[in-house]
């Protein structure tokens, strides 16, 4: 079977591992940055070698492509080159980078395609610098306002639309990603959790995206004096707190080995060591592939008892998402291609968000995942070793060639 090569690919990731370099193993490329523009020169040098065309959005997203021997929508691949403050070289840009090598054998071994294919690289999918994440997915398949995304600043006080402009990446809307222009879509990322490593899994098999609600609770009760108010007289938010948090996790470890759940933030007030806490908010973040699960979570959170008599407690839905399932056709390429090479695979639903996510409204779309070592991502220590990547990058290829046979 055809595949990719180890030795370019690992000039790949250790080339675009220098734009944002920490000095300790890892980057700091927010979007639309100094470094994060670096790369993207880079990333457009290598394609024009290529003889790919390239063509940017009105949000600056690169899209590099091969023509096809027909007159077809193109298939793509790819994912974001920006990073979050401190992070690693493989979320995200490995998608791009194994993009960018299946189009250089595609390219080098003259291997024939009907579609056009292309390689893109989406702008601020971290929402680090600006929120919200996956800015411009969302943009391009209506999720978000465009003008409210160009309003969002950096803590500089600088807006998107001012980072946009100033880029050099700024296109025109006729070139977004369509259903009309582009057939399918495929991301390969990271794992960015511990599974497949710990099971010793090759690939993962991405069936689709995890749904998941966040709440917000909040407690209120007095503030006193630490030093001259009896226990029995006190209205401690924070305990009141602490006590649902721990009937939360009693609950919900009953539910599903699969949910996985956070309680990620929490703020006391007035936060002085000398006075009882009034004011205290804390949020829980819930995953589940099944929307069953999630609705148990939310039976829970509706009955949870008042856990201190004397405080009163609310709740409030701050956001959530439905499951995303991918295109099934596409989902068993990945796996059919991984077992044809001896790969061992594992079906699995992603827990973070990703721009495939958004993109599967509107084209046929999968992911394919490889293995994050000890599960570390969103820092420094973020690392697949390289044979890992050159897997990801072979069943990437042969899932392209397959969707354009079909
Ligand atoms: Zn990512």
Redesign the pocket.
């Known amino acids: 079977m055809l595949t990719c090569n180890k030795e370019r690919l690992q000039d790949k990731i250790t080339t675009f591992s220098k734009f944002g370099d920490t000095g300790k193993g890892g980057i700091t490329r927010l979007s639309l940055s100094p470094a994060a523009l670096e790369a993207r020169e880079e990333f457009c040098k290598r394609c024009k070698a290529l003889g790919m065309e390239i063509k940017t959005d009105d949000m600056a997203n690169i899209y590099a492509t091969i023509p096809g021997e027909e007159k077809l929508p193109a298939i793509i691949m790819g ?2 080159a920006d990073s979050v403050k401190q992070g690693g070289n493989y ?2 840009i490995l ?1 791009v980078l194994t993009g960018l090598e299946v189009a250089e054998t595609i390219v080098t071994e003259k291997i024939p395609h009907k579609h056009p294919i292309t390689v893109v690289i989406w702008t601020n ?2 929402g680090a610098r600006f929120e919200p994440a996956m800015m411009s997915s969302g943009v391009i398949t209506g999720k978000f306002d465009k003008d409210v995304m160009l309003a969002s600043k950096d803590t500089e006080g600088i807006t998107f639309k001012e980072a946009l402009e100033a880029s050099g990446y700024m296109g025109k809307i006729e070139n977004r990603m369509s259903p009309e222009k582009y057939r399918a879509l495929v991301e390969l ?2 794992e ?1 959790g511990p599974v497949l490593e710990d099971e010793k899994i090759d690939i993962g098999v991405v069936e689709g995206v995890c749904g998941m609600i966040n709440y917000e609770f909040t407690f209120t009760g007095q503030a006193d004096h630490a030093g001259t108010t009896p226990m029995k007289y006190r209205k401690d938010a924070l305990y009141a707190a602490v006590k649902t948090i721990q009937y939360l996790h009693d609950e919900l470890d009953r539910l599903d080995s699969k949910l996985v759940y956070t309680t990620g933030k929490i703020s006391a007030h007035p936060n002085i060591h000398t006075v009882i806490p009034d004011h205290v908010k804390f949020t829980l973040d819930a995953r589940h592939q099944d929307p069953e699960v999630i609705n148990k979570v939310l039976e829970i959170i509706k009955a949870i008892p008042k856990m201190v008599e004397k405080c009163e407690t609310s709740y409030e839905k701050a956001w959530s998402r439905s499951t995303v399932r991918f295109y099934p056709e596409f989902v068993d390429y990945v796996e059919k291609n991984a077992k044809e090479f001896g790969y061992s695979t594992k079906r699995m639903y992603s827990g ?1 968000g ?2 495939a996510q958004f993109i599967t409204d509107i084209i046929p779309t999968t992911m394919i995942f490889v293995p994050s070592e000890k599960g570390h ?1 969103h820092c420094e220590k973020e690392f697949t070793p390289l044979e890992n990547c050159l897997k990801g990058a072979n069943v990437l290829l042969q899932t392209i060639l397959d969707i354009d046979k079909n």
């Open positions: 994912s974001h979320d995200g998608g999918e971290e990322h990271v960015q973070p990703h721009d991502s």
